[in-house]
């Protein structure tokens, strides 16, 4: 009789050891997801985190960049207008200098003209034709000299204009200079040599447009025209105000 009343408590109680088991695992299970559902919900949170504080990082990167860009900006645009004055002003100072040596010229021009005129007057009460002839020569011989020493360009104005860039022009950055294609034999190789030491970058060429004793200057803040035609202009600027 015991052993019956064992045997029936043992097949009775394992199907209820063995339910317990799953419920267990079923626990351990639903824990598991749970905890699983914490830490993935925790990282979203630090990822959120981490990205707005990227974000916040990197717009105050991009502020602080296009302050600094605006910054750099202003002042690449005062050192431009600084150029610009000082190019303007030189500019300004070659044209005084070529306009103060035309009407020195033409005041030379005009008193050894007159100078004629009176000894042609001196002869006039005279009758000797040949005297006269003379003087007429004398006078379109000197007429032509003289107009000749108001336009011509004398063989050493490249160089002295070469000097006059070096001597004025402020600015060291880079430089291109164009020259008539005559005055290539002329040039001065000390001056050359300065130019290039003065300048971070040179270079020159040989323009066949170009007249005897022209230079044109071209920088980044401008040109600068030193040619024969200019200083015609100027002279004729005088012409009309002494008129």
């Known amino acids: 009789m015991y052993n019956l009343i064992k045997r029936y408590l043992v097949v009775v109680d394992s199907p209820r050891m063995k339910i317990t088991d799953e419920e267990i695992e079923k626990l351990r299970d639903t824990e598991k997801k749970k905890e699983r559902d914490e830490i993935i919900l925790s990282a979203k949170r630090k990822a959120e985190e981490i990205i707005d504080s990227a974000s916040k990082r990197a717009e105050e990167i991009i502020e602080s960049a296009t302050r600094e860009a605006e910054n750099i900006r202003n002042e690449i645009l005062k050192m431009r207008e600084a150029e610009m004055e000082k190019l303007e ?58 107009k000749k ?22 600015t060291k950055r880079k430089i291109h200079i164009r020259l008539s294609a005559k005055d290539r034999e002329k040039l001065d190789e000390r001056l050359l040599d300065e130019l290039e030491k003065k300048f971070e970058e040179i270079s020159i060429s040989y323009d066949d447009s170009l007249k005897c004793g022209d230079v044109v200057v071209e920088t980044d803040f401008g040109n600068l025209d030193m040619t024969f035609e200019d200083g015609i202009e100027i002279l004729e600027e005088v012409k009309d105000e002494k008129s």
């Not at 033409?106 to 003087?135: A, H, P, Q």
């Not at 108001?150 to 002295?160: G, I, P």
């Open 89 to 146: 002003n030189a500019r300004k100072k070659f044209e005084n200098e070529m306009k103060e040596r035309m009407e020195k010229l033409e005041r030379d021009y005009e008193e050894r003209l007159k100078v004629i005129e009176r000894m042609i007057e001196g002869f006039k009460s005279r009758e000797d034709e040949m005297m006269m002839e003379i003087l007429n020569i004398m006078v379109r011989f000197s007429k032509e000299f003289l």
């Open 149 to 170: 020493m108001l336009l011509k360009v004398d063989e050493d104005v490249v160089n002295r204009r070469l000097r006059w860039i070096v001597d004025q022009i402020k």
